[in-house]
């Protein structure tokens, strides 16, 4: 979990510009030395620039300089990543000079994976444009790994201001750098997430990536990577949510009830079987059956991996069977201010519902394959049935 | 009420795969036997897959047995719906096997008319092409009628991962379908709602549609038929509200007083004809004046049926007059704690405003008259007074 | 202040449909007469529609009259706004009636400029399309200058309704509107806001406009003016935010000292040394340095103009002196129910952190140079020294 699936050595903001030919010999130093024992690809970013074509070759001649077969460093390197592209012509510019570099250096044409970071409104615009492009014959853009989003360029290049300084949110690029990953068969990624500190925020962010579709996200320190390695990964064990206005709780498990414990809902079973329900200061009168109906509107329940595989198990034993559809059943005990009420959930889950379900195993699926160095460590955290169910559902 | 607008008879996603031959046959005998008696259209869904032939072919196939003369049921069908289609020229695919429908069953060319469900990011992307495509002489692209978003199958399309297995709200999906159904002359509609016993979240997901120009909604049962022939309607008697941070309360009419009983917002009148406003926590000392301009801030008026016919009239009647602007006022008495408090809103109407508010009125002329059978209802609803006066203004 | 940066006298929604040749006239006068005292650019609107050629006729025609050099305005005269433009073909028919013009009074080619409002769906999807458009040689779409939203308009155009009438806020489209400004070098200015009274409302748009991006918006009133001059300005002294859940309340400065008054947070030392906190309801129990952690995740701070100023004079000499990244250092004493704390906010600057922040900067060296009637003005707002080295700085 220590290593991410990418490692980026980086030539271009985090090298001093004056320092940029040495920075290249320091990536085929590293590369070439540790290459071997690193269990993820490597992509070094490059030096790029839209609108300067004197950075656009320094760029070239870095790629050419890292890949040279004599330095011993391009059998670990796996592609480039180019930051700051503009439009697609743009884009065709940086896939054109990796040609020429795999014609130079005998490499196989179209074998270096060339990634690319989003970071101007012309390239959010390229987006779109993608997928009418990919497959012309003149180039070898069928070579995009990565869509990365930088939003601290970004930001500058729409000119956006905030009061605190702090980066917009961005929804539509994200969303629309997802759909350009999705519509490509590309991975979507987001940038930095600059509060290093802020681990909480770092998760929120993945939360909502991952609600649209961006699976990866950029680490720029040791525990932001083990962060981002673990975040996507369905928890060891389901939870129970309540969720009201404000925000979700979860509740608390004790003996085998869940009790919630915050302040948001007040519940109280009035003398005669009836029940007054307090939520963000609206009360209403209730009966049984009321109440279930109210409190199933505002539970949730974050499955576990082991509950994800048991859904698609039995979705499959079902459909062996001939049935399109079943419901999936589930029951809990919630305890609210001493008040223990009995709630059943049930979905009903058909093959759509299956195959959605189906992205977390399959991002699993694909870590896993790819990351030999991960098994002990995964086989600890699920235990090694759930991990060998997960690799053979779907 | 109780009939949709567009019945679709499901051969995909309803009907289990080795069933789909004989599920074409059961449209055919359904339709053939009760499509008179059907006061809507009728479209069925086929299958088709951006991705593989075979299952566009068998919808192809079964589009031809459908609409076959001799089995008397195309009489009665307007079209067909095509799911899980992928870019513009997959579009252009399905479109050119319903010209050859046409053709092969002496069908007027560009009679059948084709709705697409956009549930990938490849028909997202279409939805921005669809205008540069759909007059070129070479397709039938003429004959679309609904853009229907499939979020369950597009958040698959898209990897998106969400805690709960929860759908993703998709808010820019839904615009970008809404944006090409305007700029095309076609209609939104948003797809199923799963939670079928949740009538309040259905609602909910259709106010936020048709602030996004999305009008129409799936329906999986017969309750939400009801609901979604009802919703876009605007209400039979207009009601106040009092907007403070964390939700709309709607106000008590009593008497001629509108009451607020919520606890968000306290109001006392201190001894010196001032006022002790208290909202969402912050209090502030106000007199009569600087009150009126601060509960105008909070309260809105959602309008009747009765009142938005009542303000195209006069502003029609002004236009006549040949003024081009005019205001519209409206005053409310509010008891808020025991405190009286008049209040007047006005808003300015010009050409713009009057056109934005006719879309409404747009909706219910246009299905008041496709669906004669809704007749009856309406005027039970509205009244007969105001319905004609709705048919007639604009 | 109370002069615009570009004013547009209106001969479209604000003139009577019947008046627009004496308004055209009308404008034709008022320019010639005051044109040469207004400080900043003069454009005025004309009648367009993408689906009417009549009126698109009749705009073409007032353009010739404004522009007559005989009539005197047209030295003042920078460009014209045209309304309802619809796809990109739409906006080059009124590119070449303004070349015509152009021609025809002897003014060079692509002298005048021309801003769209983007009133439509399609008006929307040829932002997407402007920048393969805008530089081809057989159009002058080089003369593009402002893209406005007009929200009015396009709220009918997509067919949206809301339950009281009120617009949605089209987050899409604006955004939209100002990666296509971005991505060609124009200026994304946002309609006009309808209550006029509310500043609040005014201010709150214009804050949720520049984090997009969308740096201008329209003014209706005198007062909307000076507001819209005065937003996009960082502020004469900066302020210290604590965000909690619900909203971000200022904190009062006493002595050196910065006190929360608001109710949403409770902070108590309990008598072995430690914390009580309590956010939103949740209550927890601290030890010092988790609190300082805590408070942190809390609080912002907006940077006054002499602030921005001195860091990017910081991290220009950091560069000089050949550090490609410096933290910024910033402490605080908050005051929390009596409860005194220190905090230290610290950020990493680097190149891309720098020219993000120049962006307010950037804007406020672009306004200064051109509005010579401002500089006094701004000079008793920040104080002479802070306005030198901020036209200085970047």
Not at 62 to 68: A, G, P, Y
Not at 93 to 104: G, P
Not at 162 to 187: C, D, K, M, Q, V
Request: no cysteine; proline share 5%.
């Amino acid at each position: 979990m220590e290593a991410p699936d990418v490692w980026v050595p980086d030539n271009e903001d985090a090298t001093a510009p004056s320092m940029r030919d040495e920075g290249a010999e320091n990536i085929v130093d590293v590369v070439s030395e540790h290459g071997s024992d690193f269990p993820g690809q490597i992509h070094p970013r490059v030096v790029w620039h839209r609108n300067d074509p004197n950075t656009r070759y320094r760029g070239f001649q870095h790629m050419l300089q890292i890949t040279d077969p004599e330095k011993r460093a391009v059998e670990f390197i796996d592609g480039f990543v180019i930051p700051e592209v503009g439009d697609i012509d743009d884009w065709k510019k940086a896939d054109e000079f990796i040609t020429i570099v795999e014609e130079e250096h005998g490499l196989e044409e179209g074998s270096l994976a060339m990634s690319v970071i989003v970071e101007s409104a012309q390239a959010e615009l390229a987006l779109a444009d993608l997928r009418d492009e990919i497959s012309k014959p003149t180039n070898n853009l069928g070579r995009l790994f990565l869509l990365v989003d930088g939003e601290v360029d970004y930001t500058k290049d729409m000119r956006a201001i905030t009061p605190t300084g702090e980066l917009p949110s961005w929804p539509e690029l994200r969303h629309n750098t997802s759909r350009g990953a999705s519509a490509n068969g590309l991975i979507a990624v987001d940038g930095p997430y600059d509060d290093i500190r802020d681990v909480e925020g770092y998760h929120g962010r993945m939360t909502d990536n991952q609600a649209k579709g961006m699976l990866g996200i950029w680490s720029l320190t040791p525990g932001q990577v083990v962060e981002a390695n673990k975040a996507p990964l369905p928890p060891k064990t389901g939870s129970w949510l309540l969720d009201t206005n404000d925000h979700a709780a979860e509740l608390k498990e004790e003996d085998t009830r869940y009790v919630y414990e915050g302040s948001a809902l007040e519940l109280e079973e009035t003398s005669d079987g009836r029940y007054r329900l307090r939520v963000d200061g609206d009360e209403r009168e209730l009966n049984a059956d009321e109440l279930r109906e109210e409190l199933l509107d505002l539970i949730e329940y974050v499955p576990s991996m082991n509950d994800i595989v048991d859904s698609m198990e039995k979705f499959q034993a079902a459909k062996e069977a001939g049935k399109g559809a079943i419901a999936m059943e589930q029951s809990v005990t919630l305890l609210i201010d001493r008040t223990e009420i009995n709630i059943t959930k049930d979905r009903m889950w058909d093959e759509a519902t299956y195959q959605a379900a189906q992205t977390p195993i399959t991002l699993f699926q694909d870590v896993y394959e790819n990351r030999l160095d991960q098994h002990e460590e995964l086989k600890k955290m699920y235990g090694r049935n759930v991990v060998e169910r997960a690799m053979n559902v779907g």
